[in-house]
């Protein structure tokens, strides 16, 4: 697989993870509005969900990764 469709499918199961869980959290303490769930888990989602991107370094692509609980980038 491409590295490019590698990191693709990496953010989207990120995103579609984090954003199941803090919709159903936020659903299971309070009773919101189902529009108003989906918007605020979608913001939570994309603040939260680790970011994949693919550089070319030397001649080479490499899958990177960026996430708010760890500092600078890491290579995959």
């Known amino acids: 697989m491409k590295p ?3 990191a ?11 954003f199941i869980a803090i919709r159903l959290l936020i659903g299971f303490f309070f009773s919101l509005h189902h529009l108003v769930l989906a918007v605020v888990a979608a913001l939570g989602a ?18 990177m990764m960026k996430w ?7 290579e995959i």
């Open 4 to 6: 490019k469709y590698k």
């Open 8 to 18: 693709l499918l990496l953010n989207f199961v990120g995103f579609a993870i984090l």
């Open 46 to 63: 994309s603040i939260l969900a680790p970011k994949f991107a693919v550089v070319k370094s030397s001649g080479k692509e490499k899958l």
């Open 68 to 74: 708010v609980f760890i500092r600078g980038f890491r």
